[in-house]
């Protein structure tokens, strides 16, 4: 949660003007393979979602390794989650310069691909 306060100065910072390239009331134009891959990411997350669901609701199974949801989260928490993380996700990439987009979306891409695999590597399956 310490994050937290430092998301919310630069989110301030960008849209007063500080960072003279990011800017929230005036931001790039997404390409059509940034929106394309803006998708998978999204996609992807859903399937995280899906994943860490099923870990809620067998807490006897498994455990979560994710320090904000902690080792036995209600499938609320879980859905309250990924929400939100969807959606600071689409808003960080889109107040970002159209240039730095790739960097920030093959990171969220290289993320999301190692929790996904570590869950299908435990047998935790996708269950809504």
Known sequence: MKIIPLILLFLCMAGNGYCE??????????????????AVIIGMQVVDWGQT?????HPNDWHEINPILGAHPSKSKVDMFFIS????RIGLVHIVPSKYRPYIQMFQIGGSAFCINKNINTGIQIKF
């Open 85 to 88: 993380g969807i959606l600071l």
């Open 21 to 38: 390239e990011w800017s929230l009331t005036n931001p790039d134009r997404w390409t059509t393979n940034q929106k394309i891959t803006q």
């Open 53 to 57: 669901r099923n870990i809620a609701g």
